[in-house]
């Protein structure tokens, strides 16, 4: 056998012993493995909105002519519940806590009091005669709050906080209808008229995560909304002798209200 057909005949040995490994190699599966996939990475910063109603509260009640009568006992001084509405934005510090600023809205809800006063009548008599009120009351409240996160268990956070602020309180409608002295009828009307006071809060609540950037709450809020008074008290047939608006001492409010949060991402 020639030299050339001996090389050519080890090639074809070699082929047909490495034909088998190649095949085998071919039928092995080739396993791709997934992109990786970036984490969702939360913002922050978070927008949050409330509505609620309101359960609101007045101190006392005082008035330039209340210095002219012997004596004044209170009745009742009652407001009516009223709906409200906020929004804002936030920032999440850490787990536990966050800050947000907030403006408000609070609707109008409507006064009621009545009071009896005792003074000396055009004769020296002293007699007692009763006095009603009714008048309307509004808000605008912007609020600074700082709130701590207690934990949280099966996604329910329990979470304490305290506002500051300013609160814009308007008296509305105001009209006094009493009994004079003298047994006659006395009615008088105020402008409508707002100020601007200093407001602060103090809040408790639950939270619960519907998803990583959206959460529920249902919390609680005692709101201090400073001092509110009336226009200048006018009579019905336009006497006007003192500069007596009705005047609204220290003013609060017991809040009820459902939010959200949601968390940009």
Same mark, same amino acid.
Request: one cysteine or more.
């Given at each position: 056998?020639?030299?050339?057909?001996?090389?050519?005949?080890?090639?074809?040995?070699?082929?047909?012993?490495?034909?088998?490994?190649?095949?085998?190699?071919?039928?092995?599966?080739?396993?791709?493995?997934?992109?990786?996939?970036?984490?969702?990475?939360?913002?922050?910063?978070?927008?949050?909105?409330?509505?609620?109603?309101?359960?609101?509260?007045?101190?006392?009640?005082?008035?330039?002519?209340?210095?002219?009568?012997?004596?004044?006992?209170?009745?009742?001084?009652?407001?009516?519940?009223?709906?409200?509405?906020?929004?804002? *934005?936030?920032?999440?510090?850490? =787990?536990?806590?966050?800050? &947000?600023?907030?403006?408000?809205?609070?609707?109008?809800?409507?006064?009621?009091?009545? /009071?009896?006063?005792?003074? $000396?009548?055009?004769?020296?008599?002293?007699?007692?005669?009763?006095?009603?009120? +009714?008048? =309307?009351?509004?808000?605008?409240?912007?609020?600074?709050?700082?709130?701590?996160?207690?934990?949280?268990?099966?996604? *329910?956070?329990? +979470?304490?906080?305290?506002?500051?602020?300013?609160?814009?309180?308007?008296?509305?409608?105001?009209?006094?209808?009493? %009994?004079?002295?003298?047994?006659?009828?006395?009615?008088?009307?105020?402008? /409508?008229?707002?100020?601007?006071?200093?407001?602060?809060?103090?809040?408790?609540?639950?939270?619960?995560?519907?998803?990583?950037?959206?959460?529920?709450?249902?919390?609680?809020?005692?709101? /201090?909304?400073? &001092?509110?008074?009336?226009?200048?008290? %006018?009579? $019905? /047939?336009?006497?006007?002798?003192?500069?007596?608006?009705?005047? $609204?001492? &220290?003013?609060?409010?017991? &809040?009820?209200?459902?939010?959200?949060?949601?968390?940009?991402?």
């Amino acid at each position: 056998m020639s030299k050339l057909n001996k090389i050519a005949l080890a090639a074809c040995a070699w082929a047909v012993t490495a034909m088998p490994s190649a095949m085998a190699a071919d039928l092995i599966p080739t396993v791709y493995q997934p992109a990786p996939v970036a984490p969702v990475v939360m913002s922050s910063w978070y927008l949050r909105g409330d509505i609620g109603f309101s359960n609101q509260e007045v101190d006392q009640l005082d008035n330039e002519l209340y210095d002219t009568v012997e004596s004044l006992d209170a009745v009742h001084r009652d407001f009516t519940g009223a709906p409200f509405v906020a929004g804002g *934005i936030g920032y999440r510090w850490n =787990k536990w806590f966050r800050t &947000d600023i907030t403006g408000e809205y609070r609707s109008k809800s409507e006064f009621n009091g009545a /009071d009896i006063y005792t003074a $000396f009548n055009g004769d020296g008599e002293l007699v007692s005669r009763p006095d009603s009120y +009714f008048a =309307k009351k509004s808000e605008y409240v912007g609020l600074v709050n700082a709130y701590v996160d207690l934990g949280s268990w099966h996604g *329910i956070t329990p +979470f304490v906080g305290a506002g500051v602020g300013g609160a814009n309180v308007e008296i509305s409608s105001f009209t006094d209808i009493g %009994v004079g002295v003298d047994g006659s009828p006395s009615i008088a009307y105020g402008d /409508d008229h707002d100020e601007w006071n200093f407001a602060w809060a103090v809040h408790a609540g639950l939270a619960f995560e519907v998803t990583p950037e959206f959460t529920m709450e249902l919390a609680y809020r005692y709101l /201090d909304l400073g &001092d509110g008074e009336s226009g200048d008290l %006018v009579a $019905f /047939d336009g006497t006007n002798n003192v500069d007596n608006p009705m005047e $609204f001492e &220290d003013i609060t409010s017991h &809040d009820v209200k459902v939010g959200f949060r949601y968390m940009f991402n």
